[in-house]
């Protein structure tokens, strides 16, 4: 069978394309219908703002992927970028951090899409579901499935399921605003006073408490860089990567922020309507009961199960293209760098990234954990491991920068450097002062970083192809 890297056919994806994969690896209404709550607890009315300086702080983030990717263009995503900045090793290690990044997001969100799946049929008034390890093993063989079709296939399928999921959201957004602003949307016991800028704006709010609240709705961004996976099926990488990266990463965050302020208006802009956000399970689809019908938020519900299946369509294509790239300089058994001269989606890695969550979801099937903590488990595991491989990216656009391999100008150091001090702050947050079993889980990301690092510097070898294959001709 032809290897890929002697033959490669036409590149097929465009910007908007690209730009699908990260929006489905975010799954904004997957994000918003869950990592509100959370933030609601911490600082009550001013969620809107929360998730500005959260959205701040990402675009900080991504400023080194945006870039950097201006320049080269691989499907290894951090793995390049680290690589060519700073060295072979700490490529390896950065992309090691950011493939076991993918393989818990896989994991956790196939537990996602049980989640969702059951919220679906409770609003349609089922009490019983399919049984957990029966439905994740559907999930992952549809999953396989599509993503195992050539990558124009996947994003066009990601463009429709996040589509539909936006609009939905963008309509109850329009119609909470339209039904507070005329004096009759206070959510039940939160006496709203109506519109008002109060949640969006910083006064009245507690800086730690904002701080820390950001951490949860930094979540929400996870998997942004996805779409860098797809730089060498993409029409003029250079140019198209950046802007769907840094376009995805705005779009999401202007929709973000305007869907809180809507939910939080939406319960009541009070301490008693606060108090009634966090204690939510879905909030998206509670503000749905209320402000609409039961068909409009079984409809948003069957969107956000929708919606969760594009995201593990998206982490698992992303992560499938990473560890392919691994694998083609020397990582993992042979034939997982394998794939036809007529294809660029590599098959093997599809099924591997999808065999392996779910041997990590039987994990949790041995002790008894269903759908909600494979979510919520594997979730922080993956973030953990995200963080380290920002941290390694943002180092990179530092050494960049100061030993002027690229034509960034000098003064924006200030970003990678804003960016890691963020980061810092981020994974301090996740790893320190957690109760059991979410104090374990950074010895679970440390431990596979560790590993990453430990054959990064006794197998030094298994990177050295880096330089050869890490600029791709725009053909």
């Not at 869907?259 to 009541?268: E, H, K, L, S």
Request: proline share 5%.
């Amino acid at each position: 069978m032809p290897d890929s890297s002697t033959t490669r056919p036409p590149r097929k994806i465009s910007s908007i394309e690209a730009a699908a994969l990260s929006v489905g690896f975010m799954g904004p209404v997957m994000a918003m219908a869950l990592n509100g709550i959370g933030v609601a607890d911490l600082v009550g009315t001013k969620v809107p703002f929360t998730f500005l300086v959260a959205a701040i702080g990402v675009v900080v983030v991504a400023y080194a992927f945006f870039r950097l990717t201006g320049k080269y263009a691989h499907s290894g995503s951090v793995y390049a970028l680290t690589g060519v900045t700073i060295g072979p090793r700490a490529g390896f290690f950065s992309g090691f951090a950011l493939l076991g990044t993918y393989l818990f997001f896989v994991t956790c969100i196939f537990g996602a899409c049980g989640v969702f799946f059951n919220a679906f049929l409770a609003t349609l008034g089922l009490d019983s579901s399919p049984p957990w390890p029966l439905l994740l093993l559907i999930i992952g063989v549809l999953v396989w499935t599509i993503g195992s079709k050539e990558a124009p296939l996947v994003t066009r399928v990601l463009l429709l399921i996040g589509g539909f999921g936006l609009a939905l959201m963008v309509v109850l957004t329009v119609v909470v605003l339209v039904t507070v602003g005329a004096g009759n949307g206070s959510h039940p016991g939160a006496e709203g006073p109506g519109l008002e800028l109060a949640p969006l704006l910083p006064h009245g709010a507690s800086g730690s408490a904002v701080m820390t609240a950001s951490v949860f709705a930094f979540i929400s961004w996870a998997g942004f860089e996805s779409c860098t996976s797809l730089a060498e099926e993409t029409r003029n990488p250079r140019r198209a990567i950046p802007f769907a990266l840094m376009g995805s990463v705005i779009l999401c965050g202007v929709i973000y922020v305007l869907v809180m302020y809507a939910q939080t208006i939406g319960f009541g802009a009070t301490e008693a309507g606060a108090k009634s956000f966090a204690a939510s399970e879905s909030s998206l689809i509670d503000i749905a009961l209320q402000y609409t019908n039961p068909f409009f938020a079984q409809l948003l519900a069957f969107s956000a199960f929708a919606v969760a299946f594009g995201s593990a369509l998206s982490s698992t294509s992303a992560g499938a293209r990473l560890l392919f790239a691994l694998a083609r300089d020397g990582f993992g058994p042979k034939i997982l760098a394998r794939t036809r001269a007529d294809q660029r989606t590599p098959r093997h890695c599809v099924t591997a990234v999808v065999v392996i969550a779910l041997l990590l979801s039987l994990v949790l099937l041995a002790v008894r954990a269903g759908p909600f903590e494979t979510y919520y488990w594997y979730a922080t595991i993956a973030v953990l491991c995200l963080l380290v491989a920002y941290a390694m990216t943002s180092l990179g656009a530092l050494s960049a920068i100061l030993h002027r391999t690229t034509n960034i100008p000098r003064w924006e150091i200030v970003f990678p450097v804003v960016a890691l001090i963020y980061l810092g702050y981020v994974y301090f947050v996740q790893a320190w002062g957690q109760e059991a079993p979410y104090s374990y889980f950074p010895w679970v990301a440390g431990l596979w970083c560790a590993v990453g690092l430990g054959m990064a510097l006794l197998r030094p070898d298994m990177a050295r192809n880096i330089g050869d294959e890490l600029i791709q001709a725009d053909d």
